[in-house]
């Protein structure tokens, strides 16, 4: 089935610290992928995107994500981790006949 | 600014009553998705409506489950009877698709939090 897979349902990094999600995909056809993040209580909200064209794409709040075919994946990565990145993370997946659908998630939690 | 408006945001009710949520997604958007999310399934597609018809509800539980766009500034979801395992966050999203392709990114409302006792 095409789908998004997220590795690690938790992350916990230190403040400053990198930040690596983890996200690969199986697709037959060129997929869009998105990266989500959920507050709490809040709906998701995108961060970045990636549709065609440059396979490196930097998103709001610092998180950036690169397309890698050969490896399937669309990691999400920030240089410096800040406490306010705490939250709920989504890789998310759609095609052309397939509405956006969503990874298992990956909670990041950010220590001081 | 553009949002998308979920009503009510919480719900309580109880096992076998009917529950109605309702969105008014972004003004200019054709296309509206309901996703449910829960700890166990995480969040799951269960219906989207392009231009207010439905094209895919092979997410939802049909025999107690149906989602409408009366208008294009409302979409609904209902759930009749309910049950206890209902219980959810139900999101609302909206997105502009402007041929056939669904690659759209999608704008979330803030969820109805629905518990069934």
């Known amino acids: 089935a095409q789908s998004v897979t997220q590795l690690g349902s938790h992350v916990s990094v230190s403040e400053g610290a990198l930040v690596l999600l983890r996200c690969n995909y199986s697709s037959s056809v060129p997929p869009y992928l998105f990266w989500y993040v959920q507050y709490p209580n809040q709906g998701l909200q995108l961060l970045l995107k990636?549709?065609?064209?440059?396979?490196l794409v930097k998103g709001i709040n610092g998180f950036e994500a690169e397309f890698k075919k050969s490896e399937t994946s669309f990691h999400l990565t920030k240089p410096s981790a800040h406490m306010s990145d705490a939250a709920e993370y989504f890789c998310?997946?759609?095609?052309?006949?397939?509405?956006?659908?969503f990874g298992s998630g990956t909670r990041l939690q950010v220590q001081p | 600014d553009a949002r998308v408006t979920q009503t009510p945001r919480h719900k309580v009710t109880e096992m076998g009553q009917e529950v109605t949520m309702r969105c008014q997604p972004i003004l200019g958007h054709n296309t509206v998705f309901w996703y449910r999310q829960t700890m166990m399934q995480g969040l799951e597609l269960l219906a989207y409506?392009?231009?207010?018809?439905?094209?895919?509800d092979s997410g939802m539980p049909k025999d107690r489950f149906s989602a409408e766009m009366p208008d294009a500034t409302l979409a609904t979801l209902k759930i009749q009877p309910s049950e206890p395992r209902d219980s959810a966050v139900y999101f609302c999203a909206s997105g502009l698709v402007l041929t056939g392709n669904m690659n759209t990114e999608a704008f979330f409302g803030q969820g109805t939090r629905l518990t069934v006792v």
């Open positions: 990636y549709t065609t064209g440059a396979t």
């Open positions: 998310g997946y759609s095609t052309g006949r397939r509405a956006l659908t």
């Open positions: 409506f392009r231009n207010r018809a439905p094209l895919d």
